[in-house]
């Protein structure tokens, strides 16, 4: 059985670059679960499925082939053989994410390949229910959040980079209906776990949040071990 590390937190706190960076610091295998239903709701939005039609949702199901694959460091999301790591970072797909998420069979179709990632490497798994529902026993929990205006900030820059059209204020829509789509929704609602640390990023700097993250993890790590020595 790995080490298991769930990091948790609403859309654009920055988990999944956050995640990656303290993964290679500490030398665990990074899962990004998001990417994992980004992409099956690529999948659907290329199908033109009825995002709102959840028998229609499920019944495309098998037809998805969903891997990551890491090649130089970089994480590569592998749908159905076509590299789609850019694609599912479009707000078109993110929305579509929120919804497709939230159907208790595309987390189902998803949850045993991320158990079985869990299971045979030490390794930093990021999600909205990472440490609620995937990984309930987790070596360390990290609820990673940050300000709306923050976080759409962050997001804004990044597409601007991307040659993306979207404004500001779309960006920052986009962050607040995801954030009540995902806190709201009947199956695995993002919360924070009772037993999380909170980390809010919102005053710090990229390299600030990651040293804080691993920081945290280490303490909690050698905080275990020497409860599990005492016994």
Not at 42 to 57: H, R
Not at 84 to 97: C, D, G, K, L, N
Not at 118 to 129: E, L, T, V
Not at 175 to 181: A, F, K, P, S, T
Request: net charge negative; hydrophobic share 35%.
């Amino acid at each position: 059985m790995g080490i298991n590390i769930a990091l948790d937190g609403p859309s654009g706190a920055g988990k999944s670059t956050i995640a990656k960076a303290a993964a290679a610091k500490l030398n665990y295998v990074y899962v990004d679960t998001g990417a994992m239903y980004r992409s099956i709701a690529c999948y659907m939005v290329d199908q033109g499925a009825d995002l709102d039609d959840k028998e229609e949702i499920v019944s495309k199901l098998p037809g998805i082939s969903v891997s990551l694959e890491y090649s130089n460091g970089v994480q590569h999301v592998i749908l159905n053989g076509e590299d789609v790591s850019e694609r599912i970072r479009t707000p078109e797909i993110s929305m579509a994410a929120s919804k497709t998420s939230a159907i208790p069979e595309v987390r189902d179709f998803l949850f045993g390949l991320q158990q079985d990632m869990a299971k045979n490497n030490d390794i930093i798994m990021d999600g909205r229910d990472i440490g609620t529902v995937v990984l309930p026993n987790a070596d360390v929990k990290i609820f990673l959040t940050a300000s709306a205006e923050e976080r759409a900030k962050r997001r804004f820059k990044e597409l601007q980079e991307k040659g993306d059209p979207s404004t500001f204020e779309e960006v920052l829509r986009d962050i607040e209906q995801r954030d009540y789509n995902d806190t709201h929704r009947e199956t695995a609602p993002l919360k924070k776990a009772d037993d999380a640390v909170e980390v809010d990023t919102s005053e710090l700097t990229l390299e600030q949040s990651i040293d804080e993250i691993c920081r945290v993890i280490r303490e909690r790590l050698s905080s275990k071990e020497d409860k599990s020595e005492k016994k």
